[in-house]
């Protein structure tokens, strides 16, 4: 996906399945005022409510439909895993990779998700990358070695044409489902970094055209000064994409001029 505006819920492990049919529904009731060839929206959606919701969103522009992690085989002895092959089957169209609750709950290292990027990209899914420091690695002033080796050991492995595919999102750990989201000097300052590893490993028009997605406390209230930072191209939203109201306020906040 080239770079664009990028409006985007995870809703994590939250919504019966009466509540996201729902949710999805009273999105789709408005957001194509808001979207346009630069302007997307993307759910990422719990396993189980991934056939229904991409079937209420099929044929629908500018919205697409993720699931929030996944295995990187495509089939065999994993119980309790979710394959690319499975998701291509039910017309998933991204997926999440590496957020940190992944990293942090579930134990997922830099080689696993540089293993599961690869497998996503094979399977046409557009990878979501996620990166971000601890609150103690921010005191101790490590974001950005902290960054640097995610990105590296995570997106590094990948071909100039594959790296022009990946989305990625900043997601300050300390920032997360906390209320305290980053300024947007602090989220603008990492998002430029970012961008400029992946021209000095890559190239200035692959960094140029890649979306970086800010996440992280965003809401209604500081999503327009977020998103007017030059190297944020959208968000990637936590408990505010759980009520539609807020989340397509988000998504009306974002700058119209570059939109
Ligand atoms: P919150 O918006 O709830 O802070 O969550 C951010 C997030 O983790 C999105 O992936």
Same mark, same amino acid.
Not at 14 to 25: I, K, P, R
Not at 50 to 64: L, W
Not at 146 to 160: R, Y
Not at 231 to 246: F, Y
């Given at each position: 996906m080239?770079?664009n505006?990028i409006i985007?819920?995870?809703?994590?492990?939250?919504?019966?399945?009466?509540?996201?049919?729902? $949710?999805?529904?009273?999105?789709?009731? +408005?957001? &194509?005022n808001?979207?346009?060839?630069h302007?997307?929206?993307? *759910? /990422?959606?719990?396993?189980?409510?991934?056939?229904?919701?991409?079937?209420?969103?099929?044929?629908?522009?500018?919205?697409?439909?993720?699931v929030?992690?996944?295995?990187?085989?495509?089939?065999?002895?994993?119980?309790g895993?979710?394959?690319?092959v499975?998701?291509?089957?039910?017309?998933?169209?991204?997926v999440?990779?590496?957020?940190s609750e992944?990293?942090?709950?579930?134990h997922?290292?830099?080689e696993?998700?540089?293993?599961?990027?690869?497998?996503?990209?094979?399977?046409?899914?557009?990878?979501v990358?996620?990166?971000?420091?601890? $609150?103690?690695?921010?005191?101790?002033? +490590?974001t &950005?070695?902290?960054?640097?080796?995610?990105?590296?050991?995570? *997106? /590094?492995?990948?071909?100039?044409?594959?790296?022009?595919?990946?989305?990625?999102?900043y997601?300050?750990?300390?920032?997360i489902?906390?209320?305290?989201?980053?300024t947007?000097?602090?989220a603008?300052?990492?998002?430029?970094?970012?961008?400029?590893?992946?021209?000095?490993?890559?190239?200035?028009?692959?960094?140029?055209?890649?979306?970086?997605?800010?996440?992280?406390?965003?809401?209604?209230?500081?999503?327009?000064?977020?998103?007017k930072?030059?190297?944020?191209?959208?968000?990637?939203?936590g408990?505010?994409?759980?009520?539609?109201?807020?989340?397509?306020?988000?998504l009306?906040?974002?700058? &119209?001029?570059?939109?």
């Amino acid at each position: 996906m080239k770079r664009n505006k990028i409006i985007a819920g995870n809703w994590k492990m939250n919504l019966s399945f009466v509540e996201a049919t729902q $949710l999805t529904q009273d999105i789709l009731a +408005q957001y &194509q005022n808001y979207t346009n060839q630069h302007t997307k929206v993307m *759910l /990422f959606v719990p396993f189980v409510y991934a056939q229904k919701v991409a079937e209420i969103c099929a044929e629908k522009p500018n919205i697409y439909v993720g699931v929030q992690n996944m295995h990187y085989e495509k089939a065999g002895a994993f119980t309790g895993e979710i394959s690319p092959v499975m998701l291509n089957s039910i017309g998933v169209e991204a997926v999440i990779i590496g957020h940190s609750e992944r990293r942090t709950l579930f134990h997922e290292d830099n080689e696993l998700l540089a293993k599961k990027v690869k497998s996503a990209l094979e399977h046409n899914l557009i990878p979501v990358f996620c990166v971000g420091e601890t $609150l103690q690695e921010r005191e101790t002033n +490590q974001t &950005q070695s902290v960054i640097c080796m995610q990105i590296e050991k995570g *997106l /590094f492995h990948l071909s100039h044409e594959e790296m022009s595919k990946i989305i990625i999102a900043y997601e300050p750990v300390w920032a997360i489902g906390t209320g305290k989201n980053a300024t947007p000097e602090q989220a603008q300052e990492v998002h430029a970094y970012i961008r400029n590893l992946i021209a000095t490993r890559y190239s200035t028009n692959i960094a140029q055209n890649i979306s970086i997605l800010y996440g992280g406390s965003m809401k209604p209230d500081n999503s327009a000064d977020l998103l007017k930072q030059p190297d944020i191209d959208g968000g990637l939203i936590g408990g505010a994409s759980l009520k539609a109201k807020d989340f397509i306020e988000i998504l009306q906040s974002v700058p &119209q001029s570059n939109a």
